[in-house]
């Protein structure tokens, strides 16, 4: 055995924590110069054991500083929150101008719009059949009818599009 093995307690105070965290350390795989139990203490190389828990929270991130979430610096994702509030509040000033100028229009004045149009196009095509029927009906002829009906249909659509 060498004269630079630790206890627990040595190696909790050299490593700067306590001995039910060394116990903790042991479970999770820290190795023991000498292995304790019944009655046997525990012995730690100090080199050994810095190593292993240096390499335990580099795997594990174990003992990050308080300021750092996820891996990423609290910060840096402060001012990434920042810019990116910026960025939204420039974005909807420039909307607001295009507004006032006239680039852009209320939705709602738009499917107001939409709506009328597509009510005038539902009224004009159920006309189509009543009118068209006491002419259809005397025909006899296919394409006299296929020109009725395409006259017809060209009317309302010239109408609608005016």
């Known amino acids: 055995m ?3 093995l630790l206890d627990k307690s040595q190696l909790a105070e050299y490593l700067g924590t306590s001995k039910v965290t ?7 795989g820290m190795p023991a110069a000498v292995t304790g139990g019944r009655g046997r203490a525990y012995k730690f190389d100090p080199t050994v ?4 828990l240096t390499d335990y929270r580099n795997k594990h991130s174990v003992g990050r500083p308080r300021d750092d979430v996820d891996g990423v610096n609290l910060g840096r994702r402060i001012q990434e929150a920042k810019l990116t509030k910026e960025m939204a509040d420039a974005a909807l000033k420039e909307l607001e101008l295009a507004e006032r100028q006239g ?9 107001d719009k939409v709506a009328a149009e597509y009510t005038a196009i539902r ?4 006309s189509l059949p009543p009118k068209i029927a006491p002419l259809v009906l005397i025909e006899t002829d296919i394409n ?18 005016q």
């Open 2 to 4: 060498g004269k630079n």
């Open 22 to 28: 060394i116990s903790r350390y042991i479970t999770l």
């Open 49 to 52: 054991c810095k190593a292993w």
């Open 103 to 111: 680039k852009l229009i209320p939705i709602s004045d738009v499917t």
């Open 123 to 126: 009224a004009r095509l159920l």
């Open 144 to 161: 006299a009818i296929r020109e009725i009906l395409d006259s017809e249909i060209r009317s309302i659509l010239e109408e609608l599009s």
